[in-house]
């Protein structure tokens, strides 16, 4: 008799046998996390430099201020292991500003997040920005800070919301 011929049977019953395994074995289902993993998120991450072009009034001076530079973006986005989304953009831009009498160094700095972690829990969205404004004198010098943060629940609805705006001169 060809071994093969007895192999082969005996094979197929051993790869039955070990498929009916007891049913304690055969019950048991894939454990899905009930927690967010920061190691287990993917992120694509994308980069762009992208001209800037603003307009500001300066508050110390009332100078209109004509900004032009660049603008570097960087976004992320990515899905941790419980299917949440995360997103970023982080912008960082630098430019010259010019009034009718006078030149400024201008730079941005502005962060976006929005955490959707688990949709059934609602989601949360973070932006700030910060921009610096050097002008040839210390009276001329200013920044404003945006922070604005809402907390979305579950049916969709708003539940907390910041939106705060503060200016200061630094020369006076």
């Known amino acids: 008799m060809k071994p093969n011929v007895v192999a082969y049977p005996i094979a ?37 430099d992208v001209p800037w072009a603003s307009s500001e009034t300066n508050p110390c001076n009332g100078d209109q201020v004509d ?8 976004i992320q986005t990515g899905f941790d292991n419980n299917g949440g989304y995360h997103y970023s953009a982080n912008v960082i831009a630098k430019g010259l500003g010019q009034s009718l009498t006078k030149q400024y160094k201008i730079s941005e700095h ?24 050097d002008g040839p004198g210390t009276a001329d ?11 979305v629940n579950a049916n969709g609805v708003p539940t907390v919301f910041v ?9 006076l």
Not at 12 to 35: F, R
Not at 142 to 151: L, N
Request: proline fraction near 2%; charge should be neutral.
């Open 12 to 48: 197929a019953l051993l790869l039955m046998s070990a498929c009916n395994v007891s049913d304690s074995t055969a019950a048991k289902q894939m454990v899905l996390p009930t927690s967010i993993n920061g190691a287990a998120i993917n992120y694509m991450t994308n980069e762009r």
């Open 67 to 74: 900004i032009s530079g660049a603008s570097h973006w960087i």
């Open 110 to 133: 502005f962060k976006y997040v929005e955490q959707t972690p688990d949709l059934t829990d609602g989601f949360v969205i973070r932006q700030r920005g910060v921009l610096k404004v």
């Open 141 to 151: 010098d200013y920044y404003t800070v945006v922070v604005f943060k809402t907390t």
């Open 163 to 171: 939106d705060k705006t503060e200016t200061n001169c630094t020369g």
